[in-house]
């Protein structure tokens, strides 16, 4: 029997993509690159929440886990976007003093 797996995801893929799209518009400095780092930051700070159906994760949750999701990805997102920008600018500065 095979099976199709390509249904199966983790579950914050989603909202994390769709919050650093969403949030892009404050870090205009931040390259497609820098995007792409904070989104493996992000995900690498939250729980592995693997589902086929997206839907069958949100039905069964309660009013509390929803809002302990909200409160580890605003989390997990300033971390990461904190993150990459000191990275970024240590990265930045290192490169000014050796092209000096």
């Given at each position: ?34 995007l ?8 690498n ?56």
């Amino acid at each position: 029997m095979i099976s199709n797996f390509e249904q199966v995801h983790n579950y914050y893929e989603r909202l994390v993509f769709e919050e650093i799209v969403r949030r892009s518009a404050q870090y205009v400095d931040f390259t497609a690159d820098m995007l792409v780092d904070v989104a493996c930051v992000a995900l690498n700070r939250l729980p592995a929440r693997y589902v086929r159906h997206d839907v069958d994760l949100v039905f069964y949750l309660t009013e509390q886990e929803r809002h302990a999701i909200e409160l580890s990805m605003e989390s997990a997102m300033d971390y990461a976007f904190a993150f990459v920008g000191h990275r970024s600018a240590k990265g930045a500065a290192a490169a000014a003093v050796a092209a000096d």
